[in-house]
């Protein structure tokens, strides 16, 4: 996983509540096997006029001009910001796999939805929880200023506005702590084995039934 | 001894240690996989060289991408080339990492949230988890069950641990008594319409109360499986001898002594009587009417009788302007009485209402009669291999044929349509499933969660209706 450090980027306003991820990535494309390749068909119902399926040549469908990532303001962002309960719906981790491929590396809402949340960091994407009020303003200034662009500081936990102004945000110490460094979660796990078979063999005495094998 | 909610039990049970910054390393018990959200997690083992830690803790099944018609051919009967490789890539890599697999001509196979606790591997007092955000459903046997993702997939794999942050305590508790044709389901839309599809992010939901002890444990299965509409990971409900009875004989759970002592320490999976929850909601059973969404989230819903919301009444503009979008959608105007919307389809299967009980609900009402003529599809899809075998059993088969119901052989299908049975551009559909999103099943199509009887009530009228007054 990619260090996650300092980021400035392009904001992409995405100004709906309850995105779902199958609207992030709709389930026909969830039969690839591989992790890459899902940035073409994110938000694909949104993002283009005709019916998207896995293999299709996605540089001659028909887009959707109205959707927000077709605007070609918008084009090259890495910054999403949405409303709330971003990411609802499935488990599925293609959804943070299309919108990193896509480009995206933060994502600003006022509330997440848990699992979507949690896989975010799992990708080296950022999720920043901000106000309402916050997320608001930015929607505002995104809409009345082409080009505008945020400074995310992970280390220092802040965004900081083109006019240098800036707002502060919460990040779980251990997840910021994985993203700064790029660390794989198994492997620090890995480094607890011998709690892990001590609680089995505790586990055992207790609960033999939980560890009897079937074929 | 200070007092704990069930989830603070279960949760103490499982902790191998705790990190210096709260988060803990949670031990998983059993590990269910299927073919969508499992093939980068298994490659992810290979690239790194790793073995799944304990192989009996896991169990395997295609569900999402199988075909839900003729089975005779096996694999080859998967026509779309690339659903095929992601059905043969799970059968190599359970073979490759030795892993149990119900493949897709066992008689076991069905939808994984139904074939757990059909076989006994959903046990009481156990963490379960899956690549599927739907596992909260386990958590109707008083388990700690929630969806994980892939690359959580892949830690339970390496390590039978996950690193996680404990959730508050919420408990949804229903009093008094449903009314007759009043389901689980129907509880668990009033609930989400109540706390809304965010209501219970960062919570764990305790469920209790009488009106749901009355619920049998298919039902409690059904109103698991939604928790996770209402933002919470996780659901629960308490152990009683109903829990018990369920689990006794089935494959997987034990016998003879341990059994016993198994059975003794699952009585205690229950919140003590004075345990603190960090949010109670109450909802009056006897209230609650048969429930069908009308736009794009579980939260829009109404009871059968009502008509469709007026967006303009709405104060909060964020939620007026996504009730007009929703509307727009599923091509509704606001204050049309729901009973008057006409169906195109009607689908009853899904991890959510697919169990036998489902389908003799809607098999009780669909008897005798015929599907209206301006439904193009109604069908039946069952949970799992041997769901179908006992409803073939009870001549349900028949009934639904009889009726105009085609019947399917077991899986996810039109749940979300990743196989061939889908909506079409503007259809709309009547269904038992739990997501009614923008394109769920199918681009363009129009999803109306119900209850069973109720998907059958709107088969044999063309429109919704209620099912107590079917019949009529
Ligand atoms: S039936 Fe639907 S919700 Fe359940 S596991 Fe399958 S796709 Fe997911």
């Known amino acids: 996983m990619d260090k996650f450090e300092i980021h400035k980027g392009l904001v992409v306003p995405l100004d709906r509540a309850n995105v779902d991820t199958d609207a992030i990535i709709p389930k026909q494309f969830l039969k690839s096997i591989k992790r890459s390749g899902f940035g073409p068909n994110l938000f694909d119902d949104w993002r283009y006029l005709d019916t998207g399926e896995p293999g299709m040549d996605n540089s001659n469908r028909p887009v959707n001009t109205d959707f927000v990532l077709n605007h070609d303001r918008y084009k090259g962002g890495s910054i999403l910001i949405a409303r709330d309960n971003f990411g609802c719906g499935s488990s599925r981790e293609h959804a943070p796999w299309a919108l990193l491929d896509y480009g995206f590396k933060v994502i600003i809402a006022p509330s997440f939805a848990d699992i979507f949340f949690n896989n975010c960091f799992k990708n080296g994407i950022l999720p920043i929880v901000l106000s309402e009020k916050e997320v608001d303003d930015l929607f505002k200034s995104v809409d009345a200023t082409e080009g505008y662009a945020l400074t995310i500081d992970l280390p220092s936990q802040t965004v900081t506005k083109p006019d240098h102004s800036t707002i502060s945000f919460e990040v779980d110490e251990f997840r910021k702590h994985c993203l700064v460094n790029g660390l794989d979660d198994i492997g620090l796990t890995l480094q607890h084995v011998d709690d892990i078979r001590k609680y089995e063999a505790k586990r055992k005495e207790s609960a033999p039934w939980l560890f009897a094998s079937h074929t | ?472």
């Open chain 2, 1 to 472: 001894m200070t007092s704990k909610t069930l989830y603070d039990k279960l949760w103490d049970a499982h902790v191998v240690r705790t990190n210096e910054d709260g988060t803990a390393l949670l031990y998983i018990d059993r590990h269910l996989v299927h073919e969508v959200t499992s093939p980068q997690a298994f490659e992810g083992l290979r690239i790194a060289g790793r073995k799944p830690w304990r192989t009996d803790a896991a169990l395997a099944v295609p569900d999402h991408n199988v075909p839900t018609t003729d089975r005779s051919t096996g694999i080859e009967g998967i026509t779309d080339p690339i659903a095929r490789i992601q059905v043969e890539t799970l059968d190599k890599n359970c073979i490759d990492f030795g892993i149990t697999e119900f493949g897709m001509t066992d008689k076991r196979q069905g939808i994984v949230h139904v074939i757990g606790p059909e076989q006994g591997a959903t046990l009481p007092g156990m963490t379960v988890v899956c690549g599927d955000s739907h596992t909260s459903t386990h958590g109707a046997f008083a388990a700690l069950a929630f969806g994980i993702g892939t690359s959580e997939v892949e830690h339970v794999l390496a390590t039978q641990c996950l690193i996680q942050k404990k959730s508050k305590n919420m408990l949804v508790r229903v009093d008094g008594q449903l009314g007759s044709g009043v389901t689980a389901k129907d509880v668990v839309l009033a609930i989400i319409g109540r706390i809304g599809t965010a209501g219970g992010t960062g919570y764990a939901i305790e469920f209790g109360g009488d009106a749901i002890r009355s619920l049998s444990v298919e039902g409690r299965m059904t109103l698991c499986n939604m928790a996770i509409e209402a933002g919470a990971r996780a659901g629960m409900v308490a152990v009683d001898e109903k829990t018990i009875e369920y689990v006794k004989g089935r494959p997987y759970a034990p016998t003879g002594n341990v059994w016993d002592k198994a059975k003794k320490e699952w009585e205690k999976l229950h919140s003590d009587d004075n345990a603190v929850f960090d949010k109670t909601i109450v909802l009056n059973g006897a209230e609650i009417e048969p429930q069908v969404t009308w736009g794009t989230s579980p939260e829009m819903v109404s009871g059968i009788n009502a008509s469709i919301p007026d967006p303009d009444n709405e104060s909060d503009p964020v939620k007026s302007d996504s009730m007009k979008r929703a509307l727009e959608y599923m091509g509704l105007t606001a204050n049309t009485p729901i009973s008057e919307i006409k169906i195109d389809k009607v689908f009853i299967g899904s991890c959510t209402n697919s169990r036998i009980e489902d389908l003799r609900a809607a098999a009780e009402v669909a008897k005798g009669n015929k599907v209206a003529g301006n439904v193009k599809l109604a069908m039946v899809v069952p949970g799992s291999g041997l769901v179908k075998e006992q409803a073939e059993q009870e001549g349900l088969d028949k009934i639904f044929v009889k009726a105009g119901f085609e019947w399917r052989e077991p899986g996810c299908s039109m749940c979300l349509a990743m196989n061939a049975d889908r909506l079409e551009a503007g259809e709309r559909c009547a269904s038992t499933s739990n997501r009614n999103f923008e394109g769920r099943q199918g681009q363009g199509g129009r999803t109306h969660l119900v209850s069973p009887a109720m998907a059958a009530a709107a088969a044999i009228k063309g429109h919704f209706a209620d099912v107590r007054e079917l019949g009529e």
